[in-house]
């Protein structure tokens, strides 16, 4: 029977890969040739939120399909790119281009002389991203009812796990087992107290009339080709790197806030003056989903120290900080996957202005 589509894309983060999925993939493969699962959160940090690798992600959905549809289904991953939506939506589409020339290279085509479509869950409130690609026609499925991967991650971490034993019936059985075997490992033990320090951090505005707005601030220090990041002494993000930053007092400006947490986490040789003088940008960073903490607000800063002669600047862990270091820029460029929240996100909107 002719297909519809030559191709259809599906974005997701699969966190975990559940029914709901499988039911979207296998109504796109009565419509297409071919499926191209693009996913999401692909170099983040594990958390409570992320808690498993691209590999780990394919993995599971390779387990789940079964082996008639496996050449059928490609999976790559793609970054997050928070606060640049048009990055995102090229990386999204170079992808598709590279998986399609692939496949097609001994046919001589260019990903243009195929029909394309995105398939995406009808009516869900996740789906905004689909107005972003227009130049490919829509696939709408229902979806499953009952089926939240936030549900089913707060079960996974939930302690005594009996939580987690009521999940069979929302995953594929290859997916209930995988993760059976996730729950007996190092990362899991990791992860699930982190999970139960958010829930006590959590916990403790519970009694608020509303839920709280955190305002934080982070520096973006640059001094000649070297970003200065600092290692997370405490949860959450124990181990992760990060900008020096940190929540602003009741009774401080939030430029104060920024050259007080600077100097509290890396003990920067530098005087507060001339920090304060080298501020060449700012910019506020307010994705909803950036801190798992709550709705947490950052003021970003970017400073850039002048070269004095005398090399980098002296620096050592301090506060909530276990060590501090000077990163290479191109260093720092691949280090993703060891950046705290939406930090790595920060620096490169910064990197683009300079």
């Not at 170079?94 to 995105?118: C, M, P």
């Not at 019936?169 to 007996?184: E, H, I, S, T, Y």
């Not at 001094?223 to 959450?236: A, E, F, N």
Request: net charge neutral; hydrophobic share 40%; with cysteine.
């Amino acid at each position: 029977m002719t297909k519809r589509f030559d191709y259809l894309v599906f974005i997701g983060r699969f966190q975990p890969v559940h029914n709901g999925h499988l039911k979207l993939i296998h109504a796109a493969l009565e419509h297409a040739d071919k499926l191209i699962v693009i996913c999401g959160s692909a170099r983040q940090a594990v958390s409570p939120r992320n808690p498993f690798t691209l590999a780990e992600r394919e993995s599971m959905l390779r387990a789940a399909l079964p082996a008639d549809l496996q050449h059928r289904v490609f999976m790559l991953g793609c970054s997050d790119r928070m606060y640049n939506d048009q990055q995102w939506v090229t990386e999204i589409q170079s992808q598709v281009d590279k998986v399609i020339a692939v496949d097609t290279a001994s046919l001589g085509h260019r990903a243009a002389e195929f029909s394309i479509g995105i398939v995406g869950s009808r009516g869900s409130r996740n789906a905004w991203y689909l107005e972003l690609f227009p130049q490919w026609q829509r696939l709408e499925v229902d979806d499953e009812p009952g089926i939240d991967a936030q549900c089913v991650r707060d079960a996974l971490f939930d302690a005594g796990g009996s939580r987690f034993d009521s999940c069979v019936a929302k995953l594929p059985p290859a997916v209930f087992d995988w993760l059976q075997v996730f729950r007996g490992g190092e990362v899991h033990a990791r992860l699930a107290a982190e999970y139960r320090y958010l829930q006590d951090f959590r916990r403790s505005w519970a009694v608020a009339p509303y839920p709280p707005t955190f305002v934080t601030v982070d520096a973006v220090v640059i001094h000649s080709g070297h970003i200065l990041l600092v290692r997370r002494r405490g949860m959450p993000g124990k181990g992760l790197w990060a900008l020096p930053g940190g929540f602003i007092e009741q009774d401080e400006p939030i430029r104060d806030a920024v050259i007080r947490e600077l100097k509290e986490e890396t003990r920067l040789k530098v005087p507060a003056p001339v920090l304060a003088g080298s501020i060449r940008a700012s910019r506020v960073f307010d994705h909803p989903q950036r801190s798992l903490r709550g709705r947490t607000i950052t003021h970003g800063f970017l400073i850039e120290l002048t070269p004095t002669g005398e090399g980098l600047p002296k620096v050592r862990g301090g506060d909530d900080a276990d060590r501090a270091q000077w990163v290479p820029l191109f260093e720092f460029n691949r280090m993703e996957t060891e950046l705290f929240e939406d930090h790595f996100y920060i620096v490169n909107w910064f990197l683009g202005q300079i």
